[in-house]
């Protein structure tokens, strides 16, 4: 996989500025520092950010009256959270994101994604991916799902 480089971040901005509606929040110098720390892949017009927990995280949220949205789910020390996968051509995707699941060095792939963005989350199902759980953003008034790759990777985490 190519960790994209300072020199490819007007490409990056420019394929996430394509897909403004999904990504209206992402912004340069937040790509430019996942540059930085060899968190951002680009490949075949594909551009995917991620990065690994370093300590056990909960992803699903409680809604407004404090009542769970779903199962608790509850990222480990060492699963990967892909944060986003962005392309501006058909088809490359899929060949592109089983790569990755190929070369992250974890059992636990998981992302957040929008409940209504039903094409990222037929292109999620189609490529392995389960539905686990859902959280929210914005108070509450954008509700998310929350999916899982597992690679059936046997990892052994080093101890600090």
Same mark, same amino acid.
């Given at each position: ?26 912004? !340069? ?10 968190? &951002? *892949?680009? /490949?075949? +017009?594909?551009? =995917? ?11 699903? !949220? ?10 608790? &789910? *509850?990222? /480990?020390? +060492?699963?990967? =959270? ?79």
């Amino acid at each position: 996989m190519y960790h994209a480089k300072e020199s490819d971040l007007d490409v990056i901005m420019n394929i996430f500025k394509k897909n403004r509606e999904w990504f209206p929040h992402v912004r !340069k110098f937040h790509i430019n520092t996942r540059i930085g720390r060899k968190q &951002v *892949i680009l /490949e075949d +017009g594909v551009v =995917i950010t991620y990065h690994y927990y370093t300590r056990n995280q909960p992803l699903s !949220k409680l809604d407004k009256d404090g009542n769970e949205l779903g199962p608790s &789910v *509850i990222a /480990e020390k +060492g699963d990967c =959270i892909l944060h986003q996968i962005v392309t501006n051509e058909k088809g490359k995707a899929s060949i592109v994101l089983q790569k990755f699941f190929d070369y992250v060095k974890s059992k636990r792939v998981y992302l957040s994604v929008r409940s209504n963005n039903e094409i990222a989350i037929k292109f999620y199902l189609k490529n392995g991916m389960k539905l686990v759980g859902h959280t929210h953003w914005s108070d509450g008034k954008m509700p998310g799902d929350i999916f899982l790759y597992n690679t059936n990777k046997e990892i052994t985490l080093e101890v600090d």
